[in-house]
Nanobody
């Protein structure tokens, strides 16, 4: 069982930055691919970024590529999402998720992830 706790959300003006963190419980964090997903009101959940269990693969949605960066620190059992040049359309609840041994194309698929955090709200004002 893996428990995930997101933090770092908040209100920011367009063009600003935020860094989300997701802290994981347990001693097997290094075996999990980690993904960030988001869901805006009235919209489906979408994949934002992900990193494979060994850090060799990353995935970014087209809408965030070049603005967001995902990274992981296995010593701290934490995955980060650095979000720069934020836009109002980035407003959503952001969730982190874990998929053991995840890699490759599966990184972008929400149904591959077994564990989810409770979410953190990101609001970007225009």
């Amino acid at each position: 069982q893996v428990q995930l706790v997101e933090s770092g959300g908040g209100l920011v003006q367009a063009g600003g930055s935020l860094r989300l963190s997701c802290a994981a419980s347990g001693r097997t964090f290094g075996t999990y691919a980690m993904g960030w997903f988001r869901q805006a009101p009235g919209k489906d959940r979408e994949s934002v970024a992900a990193i494979s269990w060994n850090g060799d693969n990353t995935y970014y949605a087209d809408s965030v590529r070049g603005r967001f960066t995902i990274s992981r620190d296995n010593a701290k059992n934490t995955v980060y999402l650095q979000m720069n040049s934020l836009k109002p359309e980035d407003t959503a609840v952001y969730y982190c998720a874990a998929d053991q041994w995840g890699s490759g194309y599966g990184l972008r698929l929400s149904n591959k992830y077994d564990y989810w955090g409770q979410g953190t709200q990101v609001t970007v004002s225009s």
